[in-house]
Nanobody, 128 residues
Framework: QVQLVESGGGLVQAGGSLRLSCAAS????????MGWFRQAPGKEREFVAA????????VYADSVKGRFTISRNDDQNTVYLQMNNLKPDDTALYYC?????????????????????WGQGTQVTVSS
């Protein structure tokens, strides 16, 4: 299994920026694609962005393209989500996820939960 711990959430005004971090431990050698999802109150969890562990291929949801950037530090087993020009609609609990088998980052959103590890989430609140 892979353990994931998110950090970096908080309260920010619209137009501001936040940087989320996700530290992975455990069987990180078996963790390939990693990414971020979010869940707003009363809504289903949705895909935000994903990155391959080697190669740096990235994919984004249309709603965050041009504003969010996902990156990773292989030496520290950490994935980041830089969020710029935040909007009130970005308010949500943000979860880090890691695949447990080799898949491209575009498939991270479609894996069964048994094929993914999840963090506990970090809250992002954007005020208008």
């Amino acid at each position: 299994q892979v353990q994931l711990v998110e950090s970096g959430g908080g309260l920010v005004q619209a137009g501001g920026s936040l940087r989320l971090s996700c530290a992975a431990s455990g069987r990180t050698s078996s963790s390939y694609a990693m990414g971020w999802f979010r869940q707003a109150p009363g809504k289903e969890r949705e895909f935000v962005a994903a990155i391959s562990w080697a190669g740096g291929t990235t994919v984004y949801a249309d709603s965050v393209k041009g504003r969010f950037t996902i990156s990773r530090n292989d030496d520290q087993n950490t994935v980041y989500l830089q969020m710029n020009n935040l909007k009130p609609d970005d308010t949500a609990l943000y979860y880090c996820a890691a695949s447990l088998r080799l898949v491209p980052p575009s498939e991270l959103a479609t894996l069964h939960d048994a094929e993914r590890s999840w963090g506990q989430g970090t809250q992002v609140t954007v005020s208008s």
